[in-house]
């Protein structure tokens, strides 16, 4: 990405199984991060890019 880009990746465990995250930050201007977006899923698939999976 850029150097105002980041993608945060997170993983939240729950009793039926795990949500993962990926959220969008943004750093504007001034130099404060903001939330762009953000998006949940329980397919891991949809949230993490296949490049940063962990492979066991």
Known sequence: ???RVRFIFSTMNYGKGPVYA???AYRLAGGE???YYFNFNTDPNEIVPA???CKD
Do not use: Y
Request: overall charge positive; glycine content about 0%.
């Open 1 to 3: 990405m850029t150097p």
């Open 22 to 24: 990926r959220i969008t």
């Open 33 to 35: 991060w903001i939330t």
């Open 51 to 53: 490049q940063v999976m």
